[in-house]
Every structure is written in structure tokens, then in C-alpha cells.
């Protein structure tokens, strides 16, 4: 029969479509929950459950969800959970208290970890803790960069089971391909733009302060000064940002030389017209699937020195790292990259060369399969429960209790 594996993630988990649909390719039977609205999973035919939470609120909203989550998973009765997100990586080990092999995998460390809000140092200690608790009825904690790890380990969050390092959820680079040359020209896209001249810098992320959007704003004047047909795109979410947001106004004082798109479905079209990718984030990452994306477009980037950034990016290889919120330095390495076009392109190359052999989704994928494979079995040494019985409710009378 079978393994059921049920993942839990947040409101950008259509983004692991890719992952869930090359996991049910090996023989796992699939069913996504996050608090998205799940209409992207139903034409790949992934059953989608789900549960509420907002992630920009702590307390009693939590609570409610970890109750939710518990009921969603009694009532799926998986034989493995994988989370992902800050929260759900809280909440699912809380949940199930070891009833259910969990697998979290922490994919960057947000706001909390990276900010310097008063806010967020308090928080700190919090969910440090509230880590720690998830530890116990983890079977795997799965990184995606090893500053992470590292973090995870100097904190002791981890709890006795092992750590693995997985590069990121994997990225299909074939299908990103395929999607490129079926979109619009890079032409056509910028004559649609009115950037047919300009020398085009590309952001793509959410619109908000920790990802370094006031910090490409201010670097701005400096770009122009030497390079006054440089245009910058800004591709992404802002109104669903709340506190995070920048104000709208702020983007508009820098036009026309700004363009903000807002969120759109054509990312391969879009960057295979730019000239640069930027990305000036402050937040702890993961690795960034718009990273992987920038490089399989062949673009040279700018970005963060922060975790995830440098998993990607090997300063002066294939693109520059700069130390977050220096809008000189980010202005200087944009000037270095557009004004040595033969470098740019032998930096975009190998990129591509790069993301497909470090990060294709197919080594993920197996990756994350062997692991699943050895939680089954019991070859973990985490505090979470023995593997469960392929027989459902199986040696778990209190989640066979809940499933009836």
C-alpha cells in the first residue's frame, strides 16, 4: 500500500505543487493542508484540506490552529507528516505529539530571527522555546542551508534526532524552461513595459521591508547617476503584507524609473527580459525559490550576505553578495554587473550550470523519499513515536479514537 504523507504548510504552498506532485510520481499518496485557499492543487489532483492562521499574529489564533491541525491530520490519518513554515513547524509536532512521524523541514528563520524590532527580539526567546517543545515529537528536522543548522544546533532546538541538510524544495528545470520559451518574447514583454532601451534590474518577492525593498529605493539616485537608463521591476504582493508592507507611496516617488507589477504568473517571461536580478533581502532564508529561478533565467544577481543568499550565490562567480541594508554597496555591485556586459552573461551561465546540478528538483525529491523512507522503517532516533503501521490507527489508539 501506499505511505499517505500528509504536508503542511502556509499560505505560499502552492509554490511545493512540483514537490508533492514528483513525491506521488515515487509511489506516496499525497494530501497538501495550509491555510491557501488550495484552488491551485485541484487541477494537478492533489486533495487539499484547509486550516486558518494568521502569520502575522501570535497567541490565542495559534492555539485554535494547532487544534485544527490535529483534527485535519486525525481525520486524513497519514502515515507520515512533512511541515514547512515557521509556524506550521511549530504547530504540527505540538499537534500530533508524536502519534504521527513528523518530518519539519525549517526553510528560513523570518521575521523574528531577522529583524531588529524591539518586537521581534522579545519574540525570540519564545519561539526559540516553542522550538525546542517541536523538537520533541520530531522524527527529522530537515535544513535547507547550514546556517540554519548550525542555529539549530548552537540553541539546541533540535532535540536528539539528527539533522539533515537538504538543499531547498528543488526547482524543475525543465518545466521552468518550457515555460519561458511558451511565454512572450523578452522583446515583447518589454515593449509591453516601455523598457524596450532601459537596462532592466528585476526584484521578485514579497513587498515588504525585511526583504530589502527601502534599501533598492535608496539605491536608486546612485544607480541613475551612472547608468541612466537602468529601470527597476518590482514583481510581487504588497496590499497582503500588512504591517510589512512599503507604503505605495514610497514606490511611487521614484517614478517612472520604477515598475510595480504586483504579484504575477508569469515569473519566467518576466526575468528572461531583465538584465539583473536583485535581491537586497534581510530576512534569515531558506534558500530562495526566486533565487533558483533568477539563476535558471541566467541572470547574474545581487543579493543579501544572509542565510539562503549564500547558498546560491557565490560572491564575484556568479553574481555579488552585499552586507544587508547597504544601499551603496548594492548600488556599486548593479553599477559593476551592467557595466561589464561580458561578465554579466558568463556570471548568468553559470548560474544555469549551477541551479540545475545543486538544487534540480529530481535529487531533492529522492532525497527527501529515502528520508521518509528510513522514518518509516524506524531507522530515525528522534522522540517522536515508532513509525506507524500501514494498518491505519495502528498502535495509536488516541488518533484511532479522533479518526472515528
Same mark, same amino acid.
Given at each position: 500500500m501506499s505511505p499517505h504523507l500528509v504536508c503542511v504548510g502556509g499560505v505560499d504552498h502552492p509554490l511545493r505543487i512540483p514537490f508533492l506532485t514528483a513525491l506521488r510520481e515515487r509511489g506516496f499518496r499525497v494530501t497538501a493542508l495550509s491555510s491557501d485557499d488550495g484552488s491551485a492543487f485541484l487541477p494537478h489532483g492533489i486533495p487539499h484540506r484547509r486550516f486558518g492562521f494568521d502569520r502575522f499574529t501570535s497567541g490565542r489564533g495559534g492555539w485554535s490552529a494547532l487544534r485544527s491541525v490535529?483534527? /485535519?491530520? !486525525?481525520? /486524513?490519518r497519514p502515515d507520515i507528516v512533512q511541515s514547512f513554515d515557521t509556524k506550521p513547524n511549530v504547530l504540527t509536532p505540538l499537534a500530533m505529539r508524536g502519534q504521527v512521524p513528523v518530518v519539519r523541514t525549517i526553510n528560513g528563520l523570518g521575521w523574528t530571527f531577522s529583524s531588529r524590532e524591539p518586537r521581534a527580539l522579545a519574540l525570540r526567546p519564545v519561539l526559540c522555546g516553542l522550538q525546542g517543545l517541536a523538537s520533541f515529537w520530531t522524527a527529522v528536522t530537515v535544513f535547507q542551508n547550514r546556517d540554519d543548522q548550525a542555529f539549530?544546533?548552537?540553541y539546541r532546538l533540535v532535540g536528539r534526532e539528527k539533522g539533515r541538510l537538504i538543499a531547498g524544495s528543488g526547482i524543475d528545470a525543465d518545466a521552468f524552461a518550457v515555460a519561458r520559451h511558451s511565454g512572450p518574447s523578452p522583446a515583447t514583454m518589454r515593449e509591453e513595459l516601455g523598457l524596450q532601451f532601459a537596462e532592466v534590474i528585476i526584484f521578485v518577492g514579497r513587498l515588504t521591508r525585511q526583504k530589502g525593498i527601502p534599501t533598492l529605493l535608496e539605491a536608486?539616485?546612485?544607480? /541613475? !547617476?551612472?547608468r541612466p537608463n537602468a529601470r527597476f521591476v518590482l514583481v510581487g504582493p504588497r496590499e497582503s503584507e500588512g504591517q510589512f508592507a512599503v507604503d505605495k507611496a514610497e514606490i511611487d516617488r521614484y517614478a517612472p524609473y520604477v515598475i510595480s507589477l504586483g504579484p504575477r504568473r508569469d515569473i519566467p517571461a518576466l526575468l528572461a527580459m531583465a538584465d539583473l536580478f536583485a535581491?537586497?533581502?534581510q530576512y534569515r532564508e531558506g534558500v530562495p525559490r526566486v533565487l533558483l529561478e533568477a539563476g535558471l533565467a541566467g541572470l547574474p544577481i545581487v543579493a543579501s550576505r544572509m542565510p539562503g543568499c549564500n547558498d546560491v550565490v557565490e560572491d564575484g562567480w556568479n553574481g555579488? /553578495?552585499?552586507?544587508p541594508r547597504d544601499a551603496n554597496g548594492l548600488a556599486s555591485r548593479i553599477i559593476d554587473v551592467l557595466s561589464d556586459r561580458a561578465r554579466a552573461k558568463m556570471m548568468g551561465a553559470r548560474s544555469v550550470e549551477s541551479v540545475r546540478e545543486r538544487f534540480g528538483l529530481s535529487g531533492v525529491v529522492d532525497q527527501y523519499c529515502d528520508l521518509y523512507q528510513d522514518v518509516l522503517a524506524g531507522r530515525t532516533h528522534g522522540n517522536s513515536a515508532p513509525a506507524i503501521s500501514t494498518a491505519k490507527g495502528a498502535g495509536n489508539p488516541q488518533l484511532g479514537e479522533a479518526r472515528q
Open positions: 490535529r483534527r /485535519l491530520i !486525525s481525520e /486524513l539549530f544546533d548552537r536608486i539616485p546612485r544607480i /541613475l !547617476s551612472e535581491f537586497p533581502t555579488y /553578495l552585499v552586507a
